[in-house]
């Protein structure tokens, strides 16, 4: 938890009294949590004036682990299930979550990864249905190694969409292996783009910033272009920006996401695991904003 907005070092771990779920909510004892970059934003206050928190605040969205008590009208889940999805405190040994947003976590997937999937899945489809990316659409990704990108790839490239794809050299093998064609980013980029995509690109999504008016200018208007990073950006370019999740869209990137790993193709990177005690260290690797995958905390 943290007290003060500030530097990573204003994570702390406290022994705090365990929750009691309340009607539709489960307690969980949590596996693992997912790290996100939203979270270090909050900690450090870049969000206090939109998404404002009470503090002392234990950070984190999302987690996989153990039912082990449920409230009053809960049907859903029963004491013993493994699940997955959002979760409110989840840098904690137990954490409280709604029932019905939760999925089943399949027994072949790790608790590290089941952790991480909830958030960038529902970003990843709330952005495609967004942006009505369908089969024979040209998607361009910006920021495709990330832990969004990756899925929005995915789910894009499964829909059956052509899929153009920005990030470091260090991760195109593993863009083409998504089904992407890559694209290193930096100065020249749209030229590189239009050369990977001779015949134009339909839809754009940034998910890293400083990219919604190119791709406006590159696909001549601002109706397919969404940002996820920078509100204040998307505006000034007439684009749209996406910051809340959706139950529906949970549902529906859940059961998407599941399909593919029941089909053995979903891919979700770990980028690194910490234990609980050492969040301010996943905070300075995710605030760093390279790499794949996600950063995964284990309580
Ligand atoms: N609005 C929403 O609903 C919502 C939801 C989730 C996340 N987000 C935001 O979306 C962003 C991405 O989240 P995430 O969880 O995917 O982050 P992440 O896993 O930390 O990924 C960041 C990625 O950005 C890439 N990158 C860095 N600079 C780049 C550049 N100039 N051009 C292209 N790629 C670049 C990095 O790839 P390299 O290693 O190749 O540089 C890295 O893979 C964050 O700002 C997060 O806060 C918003």
Redesign the pocket.
């Known amino acids: 938890m943290f007290s003060s907005y500030g530097e990573p070092e204003e994570l702390r771990l406290a022994e705090a009294p365990v929750p009691s779920p309340g009607p539709g909510q489960v307690l969980l004892r949590v596996h693992a949590a997912g790290v996100?970059?939203?979270d270090w934003?909050i900690r450090a206050g870049l969000l206090k004036d939109f998404f404002p928190v009470s503090l002392p605040h234990v950070l984190g969205v999302e987690a996989a682990g153990v039912v082990v008590a449920v409230g009053e009208g809960v049907t859903a889940r029963s004491v013993g299930d493994e699940v997955f999805g959002p979760v409110s405190g989840a840098y904690a040994e137990y954490a409280l979550a709604g029932a019905d947003r939760l999925g089943a976590k399949p027994a072949d997937l790790d608790w590290g990864a089941a952790s991480g999937l909830h958030?960038?899945a529902?970003?990843a489809y709330?952005?495609l249905e967004l942006l009505k990316v369908t089969a024979g659409d040209t998607l361009l990704v910006?920021?495709?190694?990330?832990?969004?990108?990756?899925l929005v790839v995915q789910f894009a490239v499964a829909a059956g969409a052509r899929v153009v794809a920005?990030?470091?050299?260090?991760?195109h093998d593993y863009l083409r292996e998504l089904g992407a064609v890559p694209v290193s980013?930096?100065e020249g980029?749209f030229d590189r783009i239009r050369e990977a995509a001779p015949d134009g690109v339909d839809a754009a999504l940034d998910?890293?910033?400083?990219?919604v008016a190119g791709s406006v200018e590159l696909l001549g208007g601002p109706e397919r272009v969404v940002?996820?990073?920078d509100p204040v950006e998307a505006e000034s370019a007439g684009a749209r920006?996406?910051?809340?999740?959706d139950a529906d869209y949970t549902a529906q990137a859940l059961e998407r996401a599941l399909a593919l790993h029941a089909a053995g193709t979903l891919r979700l990177p770990i980028?690194a695991t910490f234990p609980l005690a050492e969040a301010a260290e996943a905070h300075r690797l995710?605030a760093r904003?390279?790499?794949?995958?996600?950063?995964v905390l284990i309580p």
């Open positions: 996100n970059p939203v934003k958030s960038s529902e970003t709330r952005t910006h920021g495709a190694a990330g832990s969004v990108g990756g920005t990030a470091s050299e260090a991760n980013y930096g980029v998910a890293v910033g400083g990219a940002s996820i990073v920006f996406t910051g809340g999740g980028r995710s904003g390279h790499g794949r995958g996600k950063i």
